[in-house]
């Protein structure tokens, strides 16, 4: 069978959910295709709360960095780390909502889960704090993101 790039199975994968199983992992055996339609229902919108975390200690990372109290590489490592995983995150919920709109409906409509909805733009706003020391303009975009999200 001719190899295909693996971004173009991703894509596939994406916009045509019956996209063949078969098909991928015969040309690629390690990469689980569908993006696991059971795990992506329920990859919860309360994971943004991690990047709350982590945007947290990271701008706490650079006030004591300017301080001389850590490396200032710590918390450009910081930023790094809790960047990736905003983005991570996003991708994955962007494909929840194309993939299984009825999913996020669902927990758009629970009393509970509804509340962690707003940890997605407060994390565009804790992330954009820690990166205006390093690019100031991707800062802002992403400062203003977060507040017309929010």
Do not use: C
């Not at 569908?34 to 990047?51: G, K, Q």
């Not at 918390?75 to 909502?97: C, M, P, Q, R």
């Not at 194309?98 to 996020?104: K, S």
């Not at 509340?115 to 994390?123: M, N, R, T, V």
């Amino acid at each position: 069978m001719k190899k295909m790039s693996l971004s173009l199975i991703w894509f596939e994968a994406l916009v045509h959910p019956h996209y063949g199983d078969e098909v991928v992992t015969e040309v690629y055996p390690w990469v689980y295709t569908r993006l696991d339609m059971e795990r992506l229902r329920n990859f919860p919108v309360a994971f943004f709360s991690v990047v709350l975390g982590l945007g947290g200690y990271t701008i706490v990372l650079d006030r004591i960095g300017q301080v001389g109290a850590v490396p200032p590489q710590l918390s450009v490592g910081a930023l790094v780390v809790t960047l990736l995983i905003l983005v991570a995150f996003l991708a994955v919920y962007a494909a929840k909502l194309v993939r299984a709109p009825e999913a996020v409906a669902a927990e758009f409509s629970h009393p509970i889960k509804l509340a962690f909805f707003p940890a997605i733009s407060i994390g565009l706003l804790l992330v954009s704090v820690g990166l205006l020391p390093e690019v100031p303009a991707a800062a802002r975009a992403l400062w203003i993101s977060g507040a017309v999200l929010h």
